[in-house]
């Protein structure tokens, strides 16, 4: 397992971290004791660092992985939408509580999108800084599905960690393209900022060419590291061994090909019909003001999700 120091924070991570929504309430849905044995495969054949937000539920997830490896070397990332001091105190103090630990590594405003919102969130920016200060916290920064923001955090001193979105295709990037995205990345690296990427797979969307995203993002330098999401033993296998440079096996790469997939549209999509009109499979339509998804007709191909502004459509 490759590990590199994420920026100028001290902390040292594995270059593969898992993604733990996947696991969840809002993707998989598995249970604690499943999803906790899946992050434990994982923490267990080297992977030293997770990420979570309040937002997933998964703290119940990674708490019980955390007892079943015993590893006292796991760093963990987790995120809010906190804009003040009093909602930024109560989802640390959640992070804090749910997974028993004392202090949190990394703490990040979850998807900002410019300075703008930055400006907007700052007294919980501030709060988490202070709680840096006191040595609850290790680390502060963001997690973006937008290129200004990336730039706009590049050049914050307070900023120490940003999570941006970064795929071989550009899905999920809102204002801009893959390579206006790395050279922003590019940016934050050179400015000292520990960096590591979200959704390579284009939240599961690239599912038929998961070698050559793979390939693309272990071969960006700038990521100090990569959350990729999981949802069974299998995947950790394979995907920590492609990080290694080794071959998956075909029993393990069998397994996984076997698994049920579905699209899964997340609930803060707006219904704006993008998704509904670019559909060439007439699979998705509108019921009820909810996108609903006809099994019999789509084909899992994923072309859907590059025409959704907010990033919510997902192959799981």
Not at 62 to 72: M, T, Y
Not at 81 to 89: F, G, H, I, M
Not at 115 to 134: N, P, Q, S, V
Not at 277 to 305: E, F, P, Q, R, T
Request: glycine share 8%; proline share 2%; aromatic share 6%.
């Amino acid at each position: 397992m490759e590990y590199r120091m994420l920026g100028n924070t001290g902390i040292k991570v594995s270059r593969i971290c898992f993604g733990g929504l996947t696991v969840g309430p809002l993707q998989a849905n598995l249970p604690i004791e499943v999803g906790a044995e899946v992050i434990a495969e994982a923490f267990n054949r080297g992977v030293n660092f997770i990420d979570t937000a309040q937002l997933y539920k998964t703290y119940p997830y990674i708490k019980r992985a955390l007892e079943i490896s015993k590893r006292k070397d796991i760093v963990i990332a987790s995120k809010s939408y906190a804009y003040d001091e009093e909602t930024a105190k109560k989802s640390l103090d959640e992070a804090l509580t749910e997974l028993k630990i004392d202090k949190m590594d990394i703490f990040l405003l979850h998807e900002q999108e410019s300075e703008y919102t930055l400006r907007g969130h700052y007294e919980a920016l501030r709060y988490y800084l202070k709680m840096k200060e006191m040595g609850i916290i290790n680390a502060v920064g963001i997690s973006t599905h937008t290129v200004r923001a990336v730039v706009a955090a590049a050049e914050m001193e307070e900023i120490d960690v940003i999570h941006p979105i970064i795929n071989i295709k550009g899905i999920g990037i809102q204002d801009g393209s893959k390579d206006e995205m790395l050279k922003a990345i590019k940016k934050a690296y050179k400015n000292g900022k520990g960096i590591y990427g979200m959704k390579p797979i284009g939240g599961g969307n690239l599912i038929h060419s998961v070698e050559e995203s793979l390939d693309y993002v272990i071969s960006i330098k700038e990521l100090h590291s990569i959350a990729v999401g999981m949802q069974t033993k299998e995947e950790v296998i394979a995907n920590i061994l492609k990080f290694n440079g080794e071959k998956v096996p075909d029993e393990v790469q069998q397994k996984i090909s076997k698994k049920t997939r579905k699209l899964h549209i997340d609930d803060w999509c707006e219904k704006c019909g993008n998704c509904v009109k670019h559909c060439k499979h007439h699979a998705l339509n509108i019921v009820n003001n909810k996108v609903v998804v006809d099994k019999d007709k789509c084909v899992l191909c994923g072309y859907c999700s590059s025409y959704c502004p907010q990033f919510c459509i997902k192959i799981v």
